[in-house]
T-cell receptor, first 110, second 114 residues
Framework: KQEVTQIPAALSVPEGENLVLNCSFT??????LQWFRQDPGKGLTSLLL?????REQTSGRLNASLDKSSGRSTLYIAASQPGDSATYLC?????????FGTGTRLQVFP | ETGVTQTPRHLVMGMTNKKSLKCEQH?????MYWYKQSAKKPLELMFV???????ENNSVPSRFSPECPNSSHLFLHLHTLQPEDSALYLC?????????????FGEGSWLTVV
């Protein structure tokens, strides 16, 4: 049974710092790994999708990497801004079902 | 119009009430989903519809009853709920069933059972 863990659970940093959010999964037989952002009281917004054959994906200041063999993915946020404050969730996609972690709650203060 | 629209955004209901959550997607997708998000727990997949046919039901209690009348609309009918059912209910859609497809979520419906 796939289990997804995200560390840390919460993170508070000053503006401008480069950040790394971690995601680990127990079953490496995944189709892809997805990262989402959730603002308080809102739905999820898809940020990046990494196919199992890929090592990383980039979108603006965001870069996500995938290491299937070790069961890990990282989301790198460059030059963080207060507008990046949100909860970030990763989800492993196998057996055509997304399994979510509990998220990392990020606060970026000015 | 946003891609996936959910109504109502907030709902308070008694344990003996019957209510429904509505979801509409404007993306031309073939697959729709209901997820439950409770505090400090991962999102839980409840139901999956593909081309209007229910293809997955993850051991959800019968007090939750989904309905998909067409590929653009999805309902979650609620009756005789329990306080522990209070949560954020999220609807989502994708071009086809995952894997490999980006999934788009609605803003969610906050449900409080009193």
């Amino acid at each position: 049974k796939q289990e997804v863990t995200q560390i840390p659970a919460a993170l508070s940093v000053p503006e401008g710092e480069n950040l790394v959010l971690n995601c680990s999964f127990t079953d490496s037989a995944i189709y892809n790994l997805q990262w989402f952002r959730q603002d308080p009281g809102k739905g999820l917004t898809s940020l990046l999708l990494i196919q199992s054959s890929q090592r990383e994906q980039t979108s603006g200041r965001l870069n996500a990497s995938l290491d299937k063999s070790s069961g890990r993915s990282t989301l790198y946020i460059a030059a963080s801004q207060p507008g990046d404050s949100a909860t970030y969730l990763c989800a492993a996609d196998n057996t055509d079902k997304l399994i979510f972690g509990t998220g990392t709650r990020l606060q970026v203060f000015p | 119009e946003t891609g996936v629209t959910q109504t109502p955004r907030h709902l308070v209901m008694g344990m003996t009430n019957k209510k429904s959550l509505k979801c509409e997607q404007h993306l031309g997708h073939n697959a729709m989903y209901w997820y439950k998000q409770s505090a400090k727990k991962p999102l839980e997949l409840m139901f999956v519809y593909s081309l209007e046919e229910r293809v997955e039901n993850n051991s959800v209690p019968s007090r939750f009853s989904p309905e998909c009348p067409n590929s653009s609309h999805l309902f979650l009918h609620l009756h005789t709920l329990q306080p522990e059912d209070s949560a954020l209910y999220l609807c989502a859609s994708s071009q086809d069933r995952v894997p490999g497809n980006t999934i788009y979520f609605g803003e969610g419906s906050w449900l409080t059972v009193v």
